[in-house]
């Protein structure tokens, strides 16, 4: 009996993540994205509202496999090649614009006694969720657009730019000696090396060869894939980097490499597994986990949940000003909405944060509370945009 009862929270949530895409598709056009009412689902079914799913150590572990999972798919679907040279630059300068507002927004809140670090609300303010938006853009058939381009350049580099600076925070904050420093630095030189070879090599032979092995039950390319995800996600955590980069890293290394109809054979099977079982769980565990009712019991966190929701949008939304020469408007405030939706790095920053005693709790509270109302608000506001414009 106690094991059935471990399996009860695990159960609760695979239905509801067959419930979750039923419900989006029966809302009004443009379509709430599936993600939006993943999360939505699990707040109404976690422990502070309805009170049907609590926290499990089953589901945790299958919450991490599907972070992993939504981040390995990120790298292995982001396509460099096509981004590379001025969309890349011009998402990065848009960043360093996003990041000097934030961190000057964190000062006057700092000067206001609203929060206790400028840096740490600085870089949260500039984060992006690229993997919730990549699915969201190609079901409504933006990624091979000019402006699916921008927003996927936009997120990967809102992702990207605040995973790195947390890392080096995280390990700053532990005093580390010059053996982690050195271990980091070879771990980021041989991903960025691995990365910049194969952007410029042709496809290895020994995938072609493996070709054969995805119609049998070894499933060898399937297995190497796998291999790689775990081996990088360990290897980034035990160099004091967020996990996440590893599973990003091992996606967009597997991904350039395999670049050929076995390559997308392979995509297409771990996009099953991922958003067929992992992925799902670990959005629906997000909203379970989020705090409903501590966030309604204190006033000062539930303030400053509208308070980040707006500057999330005005923070990442200013710099879309670059996009002038390229983007019409309507397609430059869809751009604002995509990139100030985020919430996977914001909950890693804020672990982070609050480890280290530089974030209040207030603060984190506030941030994941505007962070899991942006991916269900700024979506939806980027596809209407995007449909009233007649895109």
Excluded at 289 to 317: E, K, M, N, Q, W
Aim: proline share 5%; with cysteine; net charge neutral.
């Amino acid at each position: 009996m106690s094991n059935l009862s471990e399996a009860t929270p695990l159960l609760l949530v695979l239905c509801l993540a067959v419930l979750a895409p039923v419900i989006a598709n029966y809302t009004r056009k443009p379509k709430l994205p599936i993600v939006a009412v993943e999360v939505l689902l699990g707040i109404l079914a976690g422990p502070h509202v309805l009170k049907w799913v609590e926290p499990s150590p089953a589901l945790m572990s299958l919450s991490r496999f599907g972070i992993a999972f939504l981040f390995f798919w990120i790298g292995y679907e982001l396509d460099l090649k096509r981004i590379w040279g001025e969309t890349l630059q011009r998402a990065f300068k848009a960043w360093l614009i996003s990041l000097a507002i934030g961190v000057g927004v964190g000062l006057i809140l700092v000067r206001l006694d609203m929060v206790a670090s400028s840096l740490m609300v600085g870089i949260a303010l500039t984060t992006s969720a690229l993997g919730i938006l990549i699915p969201i853009l190609r079901d409504n058939h933006d990624l091979d657009t000019a402006f699916g381009d921008s927003a996927v350049a936009m997120a990967a580099v809102g992702e990207l730019g605040p995973i790195v600076l947390v890392s080096i925070l995280a390990i700053s904050q532990g005093n580390p000696n010059p053996l982690d420093i050195s271990l980091l630095i070879v771990f980021l030189a041989a991903i960025a090396g691995v990365t910049y070879l194969a952007t410029r090599i042709s496809t290895p032979a020994m995938l072609d060869m493996l070709k054969e092995q995805l119609e049998t039950t070894a499933q060898l390319p399937i297995r190497i894939a796998a291999l790689f995800l775990a081996a990088l996600f360990f290897i980034s955590a035990e160099f004091g980097l967020d996990a996440i980069l590893g599973a990003l890293a091992a996606g967009l290394v597997v991904g350039l490499l395999s670049n050929n109809d076995t390559g997308h054979e392979v995509r297409k099977r771990f996009e099953s597994i991922g958003f067929g079982l992992f992925i799902p769980i670990f959005f629906i565990t997000t909203g379970v986990h989020f705090d409903l009712s501590g966030l309604l019991a204190s006033t000062t966190a539930l303030s400053r949940v509208p308070l980040f929701l707006i500057l999330f949008l005005i923070v990442r939304g200013v710099p879309t000003f670059l996009y002038k020469d390229i983007l019409n408007k309507e397609d430059r405030i869809a751009l604002a909405y995509s990139s100030a939706t985020t919430l996977p790095v914001l909950i890693a920053l804020t672990d982070v944060g609050l480890n280290s005693g530089i974030m209040r709790s207030e603060t984190a509270a506030g941030l994941i509370g505007a962070g899991t109302l942006s991916v269900i608000i700024y979506p939806y506001l980027m596809l209407k945009t995007r449909t009233e414009a007649g895109a």
